[in-house]
């Protein structure tokens, strides 16, 4: 327990038998559940997890391989089946300072946040060390984060050092959620639709022996369509959808006239919704949305 909270942290791996050993070892004592995702890894990742003497552990053996999202999200559910009160995604290659763990519980603990994500560059002197080319990289990414999630004091957003409440992570749709690197960005996009409080704290980077599997290249062609795309999302069902159910509520109750029109209008954008992102719901009003539910505005209900 951190203070009254049951910690679970999740950890997804992906061929990590070299390091995931040590990554467990180094877990402080209070954490309460260690839930382990082997994403099909194809060296001895499994059985350097089922081989631990940890009683702690819980161990998943992914069918296939999904990516660092689906693995995060199979922790996820068994992490809230288990009651824990908080979710940390820690990563399998030891590259996250188990030190750093009260530093992202502390403002949830507090009731100041939802959701606490790392971020390397809290101060400009982390920025300046940096090549220009992946600064700006950097910084252009970070820009468009903030369009399409509205968190504007949020930096460093691909950050895979996150802990969310338990309550936060129902207010978002899993099936909304990326399988792949741009994971953290997605869970932004859609606590930033419930009006989720997210908050940056500073964790220096800690780079160890693993080459980052996200090249630049790929994050530069890859993530700016789905921001892009997440960007339109938000200001379709912000300011456009909600708007509108608000405009039909007239002080004598709804309009037929206005509800029709309402109607037709969510319609079409409903179809230009679905060209631009996947099928599926869009907010789920979940009895369970009531962490801190009343000091963030009830949000929920204009959405479902
Ligand atoms: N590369 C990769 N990592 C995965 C996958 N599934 C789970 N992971 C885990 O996701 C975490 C982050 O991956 P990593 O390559 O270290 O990315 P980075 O540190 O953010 O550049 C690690 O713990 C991986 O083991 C996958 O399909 N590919
Ligand atoms: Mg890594």
Redesign the pocket.
Known sequence: MYHDLKVAVI??????EARITETIKTLPSWVDHIVAVD?ASTDGTYEALANSQEPRLIVIKLPE????GA?TLAGFERALQLDADVLVKM???G?MDPAQLPGLLEPIRRGEADYVKGNRFLHTRELVKMPLLRRLGNIGLSFMTKLASGYWAVFDP?N?YVAIHSAAVSLFDSTRIHK??FFESSILCELGLNRAVVLDVYIPARYGD?I???SERRAFFEFPPLLLSGFLRRMLIQYFKRCLKILCIGPHGRNRRALRAQNRMLNLIARLQRSLTPPKSLCRASPHNIFQREALGNTASLCD
């Open positions: 950890i997804p791996a992906f061929c990590e994403d391989n999904g990516g660092v693995a990563d399998g290659d590259q691909t895979g792949r690197f693993k980052s599997t996200l």
